[in-house]
């Protein structure tokens, strides 16, 4: 049922809510940090320890998106290249190995292809084919070398490593580095569950051990890969009158399977490949160098716009692609001068801090990891946040960014929030939740017409009411602004 707006009538009422929303009894073990300023009259209309370090979560994200539009610019696409050593004979055989050469385009995923991996993997298909090649003697290579460091960003969990936002980080991604379960009932109580994988693929196995319970009873499903494993465990039980449900599942070795995805897309149209399908790394190519400006370009795919990318990665906070465009900062950063020991990721988070200075923001004031916000080690403060949405408002790509944030009640992780009240369609945010933290910062015009800049975080709350976690509290915040219907000059008058 819709909330009936309460409109505040001036500066000192709003105040007053935002103070009692925060200082409630039931948040004494708990740190809330707030910050609010006008875009259009540049005044503080409320801070609460706006000035300590905080878990973001996945606000961290705004920071990231800002510098990858910053540095490189909203119409900037990533190029996956395939090379080899020769041009195909007459006959079209190429007589060597060909190389997919990544750069961590995250844009070839089954989601924005109808469902169909093989149509995101066509243009690269066609790619070839337009190369003449219609038979590759040599092996297929799946080269993940661009990127240089670990498989994880740092500071993430072994329990992460196992889900889905979790995924590796490789410079040859595929289909978001998951593959899709649908998980249905067998035919009768007591039969083993049925499971079917999307993209349909041997590249992982199965160990089912769920089973179909009696109608009614309570689903209990439990999906687990360990780590560095390509088999799925599948243990609990599965109503027989339940209607399923899907899960995705990452992989390992993604850089692998795009290859091996790559190799059936060419099987399919007859092209075959009589030699292996492997991957190259970075130590690998330190040990055996790849000079790609010497051998041939066959053909190459673009990934989205930057542009798109900040909203692909923003709207439903997708962790692969915030550290993604990480890396590729810091790989653009290395090409400006010689950096062999640091990692792609430490090369990024290099550019954040220069990034900062930038914006007028204390390096002190934001303390990364990695670009996702999955560490729970990154650090940020809400006036820190905030001067960074103040600074981007000022960019060239400033509607760029504001239109890849989630709108409240319309999409994105905002979608079924704050719906019904004054901050539907009027609040523009960057969520961002882990356990004991609830955060969210970003846009919002109030009900008097004025736009607002906003950074709200929640840490260290354990709510005692199921059916109000953080996120609601938080959300209580923005709805409050929403609902204003004075003007931050007013104080002037």
């Given at each position: 049922m819709a909330q009936e707006a309460k409109p505040t009538a001036n500066l000192a009422e709003l105040r007053q809510k935002l103070e009692e929303q925060v200082s409630q009894p039931k948040f004494a073990a708990a740190m809330w940090g707030v910050k609010v300023i006008s875009l259009d009259t540049g005044k503080t209309l409320f801070e609460y320890n706006a000035q300590k370090l905080f878990s973001p979560a996945s606000n961290s994200k705004l920071f990231t998106v800002a510098l990858a539009l910053e540095r490189l610019g909203p119409d900037y696409r990533v190029k996956t290249s395939l090379y080899a050593p020769s041009k195909p004979d007459p006959s079209g055989t190429l007589a060597s190995d060909l190389i997919i050469f990544g750069r961590g385009d995250p844009c070839i995923t089954a989601r924005l292809y109808g469902g169909d991996i093989y149509r995101a993997l066509q243009p690269l298909v066609a790619a070839l084919t337009n190369a003449g090649v219609k038979g590759i003697a040599g092996d297929l290579v799946g080269d993940e070398s661009y990127f240089r460091g670990p498989i994880f960003g740092s500071g993430?969990?072994?329990?992460?490593?196992?889900?889905?936002?979790?995924?590796?980080?490789?410079?040859?991604?595929?289909?978001?580095?998951?593959?899709?379960?649908?998980?249905?009932?067998?035919?009768?109580?007591?039969?083993?569950c049925k499971i079917a994988l999307s993209p349909a693929t041997t590249f992982l196995s199965l160990s089912n051990r769920a089973v179909t319970a009696n109608a009614g009873q309570k689903r209990t499903i439990h999906l687990q890969r360990a780590p560095m494993d390509n088999v799925f465990f599948l243990s609990g039980q599965l109503a027989s009158d339940d209607k399923g449900y899907t899960e995705d599942g990452p992989v390992h070795?993604?850089?692998?399977?795009?290859?091996?995805?790559?190799?059936?897309?060419?099987?399919?149209?007859?092209?075959?490949?009589?030699?292996?399908?492997?991957?190259?790394?970075?130590?690998?190519?330190?040990?055996?160098?790849?000079?790609?400006?010497?051998?041939?370009?066959?053909?190459?795919?673009?990934?989205?716009?930057?542009?798109?990318?900040?909203?692909?990665?923003?709207?439903?906070?997708?962790?692969?692609?915030?550290?993604?465009?990480?890396?590729?900062?810091?790989?653009?950063?290395?090409?400006?001068?010689?950096?062999?020991?640091?990692?792609?990721?430490?090369?990024?988070?290099?550019?954040?801090?220069?990034?900062?200075?930038?914006?007028?923001?204390?390096?002190?004031?934001?303390?990364?990891?990695?670009?996702?916000?999955?560490?729970?080690?990154?650090?940020?403060?809400?006036?820190?946040?905030?001067?960074?949405?103040?600074?981007?408002?000022?960019?060239?790509?400033?509607?760029?960014?504001?239109?890849?944030?989630?709108?409240?009640?319309?999409?994105?992780?905002?979608?079924?929030?704050?719906?019904?009240t004054a901050a539907e369609g009027k609040v523009r945010a960057k969520t961002g939740t882990l356990r004991w933290v609830g955060s969210l910062s970003g846009h919002v015009t109030t009900a008097g017409g004025e736009r607002l800049v906003f950074s709200v975080m929640l840490n260290r709350y354990h709510s005692a009411d199921p059916n109000r976690p953080a996120p609601a509290e938080v959300d209580a915040l923005a709805v409050m602004l929403a609902e204003f219907k004075g003007r931050s000059e007013e104080e002037n008058r």
């Open positions: 993430w969990t072994w329990e992460d490593m196992e889900t889905a936002y979790g995924a590796e980080l490789s410079a040859l991604t595929i289909n978001d580095n998951a593959v899709q379960l649908t998980i249905r009932p067998g035919e009768r109580a007591g039969a083993p070795n993604p850089a692998l399977l795009f290859a091996s995805l790559f190799r059936e897309a060419l099987a399919r149209i007859g092209i075959q490949v009589a030699g292996n399908t492997r991957t190259s790394n970075w130590p690998d190519r330190e040990a055996k160098p790849i000079a790609t400006d010497q051998m041939v370009e066959l053909g190459s795919v673009s990934s989205l716009s930057v542009a798109e990318w900040a909203k692909e990665t923003l709207k439903p906070s997708q962790n692969l692609y915030a550290d993604l465009v990480l890396a590729q900062v810091g790989e653009k950063a290395r090409e400006a001068r010689l950096s062999p020991n640091q990692t792609s990721e430490e090369l990024g988070i290099a550019e954040l801090g220069k990034f900062l200075v930038q914006a007028g923001i204390k390096r002190d004031e934001v303390l990364f990891d990695e670009g996702s916000g999955l560490s729970r080690n990154n650090l940020a403060t809400p006036k820190a946040t905030v001067a960074l949405l103040e600074f981007a408002a000022r960019r060239p790509w400033a509607e760029v960014f504001l239109q890849a944030l989630p709108v409240a009640g319309v999409d994105g992780t905002l979608r079924e929030r704050m719906k019904g």
